[in-house]
């Protein structure tokens, strides 16, 4: 495909259910950022890949969540004993190589979690 | 710490009419500001990025202007259209470059 695809686009989860959120970037591209974006706010920052490596898991809210992107492309977020306070849209985004914060970041259609 | 402010939250004004989404940061020591457009269920779209450097950038009905110095940045948009309805967004990196910090977003309405 031509640009970053995830899937499913929509999930509802009863809490305490565990999820996982698939994100496949744009073919080549090294970089992949999850973000968290809650109603009517802007995104905040999960995680960040280079190829396979994990360099950054700061924005991870809880040790619930957990990313991987193993063979550096398909990327999927788990979220472990969803509660309420996790629903929100996730957001993938590649990046050919994202290094000064100048580079394009690509941005899939996001899947919309709702936690019952 | 960074924080990105933008105001108004939303705005609605009649086809045709020039407009400005503002957007403020706390801390003047940016790397670069991004605007980005969302539309419902389909993600975020890049409109405009300007180094640091870089005062404007133009794309089109769209320019975008920096001044790092008061920390603001605004979005012009040029006889809008209808299809500019949208949440329009800025952004900008956090000291590792690679986080972006994003506003909460201002909601357009353009109305035929």
């Known amino acids: 495909g031509a640009g970053v695809s995830q899937s499913p686009r929509y999930k509802v989860a009863k809490r305490g259910q565990d999820v996982a959120l698939r994100c496949d970037p744009i073919s080549g591209h090294v970089s992949l950022f999850w973000y968290q974006q809650a109603l009517g706010q802007g995104p905040e920052f999960l995680t960040y890949?280079?190829?396979?490596?994990?360099?950054?898991k700061s924005g991870l809210p809880s040790d619930r969540f957990f990313a991987e992107r193993p063979e550096g492309s398909v990327s999927t977020l788990k979220i472990q004993r969803t509660q309420q306070e996790d629903s929100a849209v996730y957001l993938c985004a590649s990046s050919l190589l994202f290094v000064r914060g100048d580079d394009e970041q690509f941005f899939g259609p996001g899947t919309r979690l709702t936690v019952l | 710490k960074q924080e990105v402010t933008q105001i108004p939250a939303a705005l609605s004004v009649p086809e045709g009419e020039n407009l400005v989404l503002n957007c403020s940061f706390t801390d003047s020591a940016i790397y670069n500001l991004q605007w980005f457009r969302q539309d419902p269920g389909k993600g975020l779209t890049s409109l405009l990025l300007i180094q640091s450097s870089q005062r404007e950038q133009t794309s089109g009905r769209l320019n975008a202007s920096l001044d790092k110095s008061s920390g603001r940045s605004t979005l012009y948009i040029a006889a809008s259209q209808p299809g500019d309805s949208a949440t329009y967004l800025c952004?900008?990196?956090?000291?590792?470059?690679?986080?972006?910090?994003w506003g909460a977003g201002t909601k357009l309405i353009i109305k035929p």
């Open positions: 890949f280079q190829n396979e490596a994990q360099l950054d």
């Open positions: 952004a900008v990196p956090r000291d590792s470059n690679y986080q972006l910090i």
